[in-house]
């Protein structure tokens, strides 16, 4: 396929609006979350608004990116973009937690399309002495709408409205979808292949399944009840369905041939533990300086801004070293920084000050920022056109599918523990203590300054002790999956970037 420089300007920007407008939306949504649980209420079932999102991102990720190899790219990017932009719109308008969450769920089809169809253009219009630089930049993007998210999501809820989060997604998908269809001419010709449709509705049936269980479990129902048995037997089932159904699929969701390549493998395993990590940092430290250090939904948005900058500066660096040094090499470095700043935020308190919390999040950042750019590439190093789709869309299927499990596994741990600890702490005192925790139980009052003026300080102190303690709880453990990351980094072998402009694909 050939386009004119023009138009190659005019699709690259169409491509980086979309994939800018998918990449904020969880960050823009997570600064608004205080206000809109407060609003629309549901404190148990928040943690569904993002993870209903992450769910049909993740099934539609390798089913789009399969079809856009069968049949155009074009097509199925529009297809996508439309949807999700129909979801956006929906979510706007809902007028309760379990609403939101439905409609998170459709924008979360659409946003299945945008990234993995997004990278794969980039790799049939560019050759490859430019792709190290296009990717890099893709990944700048990644950190720059982390950056502008929390920020533009702050100002918007406290000036306009937290629906307007949702609304801000249609004027850019709008200008995203005119560049993409007046400008975007791709080659007629593609693969015909066999969609795994048993193999994606199995796993999705599977991780659906192990999310009810651990977001009910212990809380509607205990944890020997005949409902948490049976979800955790249909994971069990559904999972093992799933692993078989790959083996013999034609075309597999997960396809297990490529995962003979230690560069491949490596990079998806990655992309999986970052993301299950990377989500909770996203979610809860906001929430930590809402409900810890009693700020605004704008002053969470700006406390966010270091570690985006970092993730930015992180990306930049991945991207443009890409070419000079291993893959490896760039990600020990990453995984390093990556594992320093998530043991540090491990040990937050009431009694950290903000300077530190900024040092400890632009630490983190800049350790999760490479692997915005480098994963996607090593995912797709020295492979056939044929299988770039694929590639990608399974290393974003993967780091998808871990962002899911880890906001529900992290998630449900983080309620438990405060749940517990606060229980714990008011045992001794009585009525008004009770009262308290019924209503936080209804909604986040201590994410209003004005509500938490209202609550007598030594309730107070308990509640901040508690929401304190279980974020940091979870930070720490996100130390494990992180640790494993470490070895999986050391398995990617001397695997670099080389520009030779006769090959079709990056040559090791």
């Given at each position: 396929m050939e386009l004119k420089k023009s138009n190659i300007s005019l699709v690259l920007a169409g491509l980086l609006l979309a994939i800018f407008m998918s990449a904020i939306d969880n960050t823009i949504v997570a600064t608004a979350m205080g206000t809109i649980v407060s609003e629309l209420g549901g404190l148990e079932k928040f943690v569904w608004v993002t993870s209903a999102y992450m769910v049909t991102t993740m099934a539609g990720m390798p089913i789009f990116g399969k079809l856009s190899d069968m049949y155009g790219r074009k097509r199925f990017f529009?297809?996508?973009?439309?949807?999700?932009?129909?979801?956006s719109a929906l979510c706007g308008l809902a007028q309760t937690i379990e609403q939101l969450s439905i409609y998170r769920a459709i924008q979360g089809i659409g946003g299945g399309a945008l990234m993995p169809i997004a990278f794969t253009i980039i790799f049939d219009i560019f050759p490859p002495e430019k792709r190290?630089?296009?990717v890099g930049m893709l990944g700048a993007v990644f950190g720059l709408a982390s950056l502008v998210g929390p920020l533009l999501g702050a100002y918007i809820t406290d000036s306009i409205g937290w629906e307007w989060v949702f609304y801000i997604n249609v004027p850019l998908g709008i200008v995203a979808l005119f560049l993409i269809i007046r400008n975007y001419i791709e080659n007629p010709i593609h693969t015909k292949q066999k969609i795994d449709w048993w193999g994606a509705s199995t796993l999705v049936i599977a991780v659906v399944s192990l999310m009810f269980a651990l977001e009910l479990g212990g809380n509607k129902y205990d944890w020997n009840s005949t409902p948490i048995i049976t979800l955790f037997a249909s994971f069990a089932l559904f999972f093992i369905i799933f692993f078989f159904v790959e083996l013999k699929a034609e075309e597999p969701i997960?396809?297990?041939f490529l995962f003979k390549r230690r560069l491949f493998a490596s990079s998806q395993i990655l992309a999986f533990l970052y993301g299950g990590t990377f989500i909770i940092l996203t979610v809860y430290i906001p929430i930590f300086i809402q409900a810890v250090f009693g700020g605004s939904a704008t002053s969470a948005g700006l406390f966010l801004t270091p570690m985006m900058l970092g993730s930015v500066a992180g990306s930049a660096i991945g991207g443009i070293f890409s070419t000079k040094t291993s893959y490896r090499n760039l990600m020990i470095l990453s995984v390093v920084s990556y594992l320093s700043g998530m043991?540090?935020?491990?040990?937050?308190?009431p009694d950290t000050s903000r300077i530190l919390l900024t040092v400890f999040m632009i630490i983190v950042g800049f350790g999760m920022g490479f692997s915005f750019s480098l994963l996607p590439t090593a995912s797709q190093h020295n492979l056939e056109p044929r299988h770039?789709?694929?590639a990608n869309s399974t290393n974003a299927f993967l780091r998808t599918l871990g962002m899911t499990m880890g906001i529900t596994i992290f998630g449900t741990i983080q309620n438990k523990v405060f749940t517990n600890q606060l229980t714990e702490s008011f045992k001794d005192m009585g009525g008004s203590a009770d009262a308290a925790m019924a209503n936080i139980g209804d909604t986040r009052q201590i994410f209003e300054p004005s509500v938490r003026e209202t609550i007598p300080a030594a309730i107070l102190d308990k509640i901040v002790d508690a929401m304190s303690s279980s974020i940091a709880h979870i930070f720490l453990l996100a130390i494990i999956p992180i640790g494993v990351a470490v070895i999986f980094v050391f398995m990617m072998g001397n695997s670099r970037v080389v520009i030779e402009k006769k090959q079709d694909?990056?040559?090791q």
């Open positions: 529009i297809f996508g973009l439309t949807v999700f932009l129909i979801g190290g630089k296009m997960l396809p297990f043991s540090l935020l491990s040990t937050l308190t770039r789709g694929t694909s990056p040559q």
